[in-house]
């Protein structure tokens, strides 16, 4: 009895031994392995990173991206009309391409009185700035070919201080406006929206109140018509996508809405937009109201950008 105890206590050991020795020789192996090819692994993580940070591994990128005009507002009864509207095309994907703006480019609405709104409106637009120094940078609004802004001009917005919005209009006796503190990103897309509802002056970026005055109650804007975009004194410098206006103030869930759809969303309140000019590729108006725009100075329309 004693000989079988030792006999298996014997083979148990031998077992362990066993099992120690091919632990031991696998964690070797697995050690020349990683001084071996330590290296090549840090340095592909490495790269993986920066790729990243740069954007180009970002998962966004590799997802469907419309082509220019392949969503758009239908009018049946043609241009300024609002019965039966509806969107209509591919929509929701992020858009083929942005517009690309380098500081002396911007697009020409024209005169139209179409593009006046009134006492009441939105401007929504995505803007990724590159700006560096202190001067405002206008990126939507009323700008004369050739002459200065006047006083009396419709509402504009621009980025000054690379990341603040100053925003106003003009009544025709007084230039009313505000700037807000740091709520742009610069080398970021911001999504950013300016509501007047004829008492309440809002700014919200990328879905939220960032801004509130009623300092203008009861002012109307000069009737003077939203003329540019990427020019409004000064040039803006960056991309810009997705430029819609209305002639109403979008409520709060609508503006969170036209953020979460992102660049490439439609627009809301069909019955209420004025224009719509994605810059997927173009400067036309897919609103159904023909307000399309005029390239100046070379504007170009970019695939390799980073989305949101």
């Given at each position: 009895?004693?000989?079988?105890?030792?006999?298996v206590?014997?083979?148990?050991?031998?077992?362990?031994?066993?099992l120690?020795?091919?632990i031991?020789?696998?964690?070797?192996?697995?050690m020349?392995?990683?001084?071996?090819y330590?290296?090549?692994?840090?340095?592909?993580?490495?790269t993986?990173?920066v790729?990243?940070?740069?954007?180009?591994?970002n998962p966004?990128?590799?997802?469907p991206?419309?082509?220019?005009?392949?969503?758009?507002?239908?009018?049946?009864?043609?241009p300024?009309t609002?019965?039966?509207v509806s969107?209509?095309?591919?929509?929701?994907?992020?858009p083929?391409?942005?517009?690309?703006?380098?500081g002396?480019?911007?697009?020409?609405?024209?005169n139209?009185?179409?593009?006046?709104?009134g006492n009441?409106?939105?401007?929504?637009v995505?803007?990724?700035?590159t700006?560096?120094?202190?001067?405002?940078?206008g990126f939507?609004?009323?700008?004369p070919?050739?002459?200065?802004?006047c006083?009396?001009?419709?509402?504009s917005v621009?980025v000054?201080?690379?990341?603040?919005?100053?925003?106003g209009?003009?009544?025709?006796?007084?230039?009313?406006?505000?700037?807000?503190?740091?709520?742009?990103?610069?080398?970021?897309?911001?999504?950013?929206?300016?509501?007047?509802?004829g008492?309440?002056y809002?700014?919200s970026v990328?879905?939220?109140?960032?801004?509130?005055?009623n300092?203008?109650?009861?002012?109307?804007?000069?009737?003077?018509?939203i003329?540019?975009?990427g020019?409004?004194?000064d040039?803006?410098?960056?991309?810009?996508?997705n430029?819609?206006?209305y002639?109403?103030a979008?409520?709060?869930?609508?503006?969170?809405?036209?953020?979460?759809?992102?660049?490439?969303?439609?627009?809301?309140?069909?019955?209420?937009?004025?224009?719509w000019?994605?810059?997927?590729?173009d400067?036309k108006?897919?609103?159904?109201?023909?307000?399309?725009?005029?390239?100046?100075g070379?504007?170009?329309?970019?695939?390799?950008y980073?989305?949101?």
């Amino acid at each position: 009895m004693k000989r079988k105890i030792k006999e298996v206590i014997k083979e148990k050991k031998e077992e362990k031994d066993s099992l120690l020795n091919e632990i031991k020789i696998k964690s070797q192996a697995a050690m020349e392995y990683l001084m071996t090819y330590g290296w090549a692994i840090l340095i592909i993580a490495l790269t993986l990173a920066v790729l990243y940070s740069l954007g180009i591994m970002n998962p966004k990128n590799f997802l469907p991206r419309a082509p220019p005009g392949s969503c758009f507002v239908f009018r049946p009864n043609g241009p300024g009309t609002t019965d039966f509207v509806s969107l209509q095309g591919t929509c929701g994907y992020l858009p083929m391409y942005v517009g690309s703006f380098n500081g002396n480019t911007y697009i020409d609405m024209g005169n139209s009185t179409n593009l006046i709104v009134g006492n009441r409106f939105t401007e929504s637009v995505w803007i990724y700035p590159t700006i560096t120094d202190t001067y405002y940078h206008g990126f939507l609004g009323y700008q004369p070919s050739n002459q200065p802004c006047c006083a009396y001009r419709a509402p504009s917005v621009w980025v000054c201080h690379s990341t603040q919005i100053y925003a106003g209009f003009g009544d025709g006796t007084n230039w009313n406006y505000f700037v807000t503190g740091n709520i742009i990103k610069e080398n970021s897309w911001n999504h950013v929206v300016v509501t007047f509802d004829g008492t309440y002056y809002n700014v919200s970026v990328n879905g939220v109140r960032r801004y509130s005055t009623n300092s203008y109650a009861g002012k109307t804007p000069y009737p003077t018509p939203i003329r540019n975009i990427g020019r409004v004194d000064d040039y803006f410098n960056g991309s810009i996508a997705n430029v819609q206006i209305y002639n109403t103030a979008l409520t709060p869930q609508e503006i969170q809405y036209l953020y979460q759809q992102g660049l490439g969303g439609g627009p809301v309140r069909l019955q209420n937009l004025v224009a719509w000019w994605p810059l997927n590729g173009d400067a036309k108006d897919y609103s159904g109201n023909n307000l399309h725009g005029t390239i100046r100075g070379g504007v170009t329309f970019v695939q390799n950008y980073n989305p949101p």
